[in-house]
């Protein structure tokens, strides 16, 4: 039988990436909702002041957490990407 599930970090759930100044790195869950008449998704999450976000992500991981549907019923692809990513196609 399978294991109970206990790593949080294998769910998808939008993520945002955070930098301290030191350089370290902090990941923090984000609510994601629709903007733009539902053209984009917007990301968010209290991230302190002294951090730079610098990468978000959704939907990526062991068990992806979509809720976002085309009109036509397919999900949105899972990303991610760092804030100034143009490139559609990037692996992290």
């Not at 998808?12 to 990941?27: F, K, M, T």
């Not at 990468?55 to 809720?67: D, F, L």
Request: aromatic fraction near 14%.
């Amino acid at each position: 039988s399978m294991p109970p599930f206990y790593n949080p970090q294998d769910c998808g759930w939008p993520r945002l990436y955070a930098e301290a100044p030191n350089g370290s790195a902090v990941v923090f869950n984000a609510t994601a909702d629709l903007a733009d008449g539902g053209q984009t998704i917007l990301l968010r999450a209290a991230v302190p002041p002294g951090l730079e976000v610098v990468a978000s992500s959704y939907g990526r991981g062991s068990w992806p957490r979509t809720v976002f549907f085309s009109a036509g019923g397919v999900p949105v692809l899972p990303w991610y990407a760092t804030l100034n990513e143009t490139r559609p196609w990037v692996l992290p």
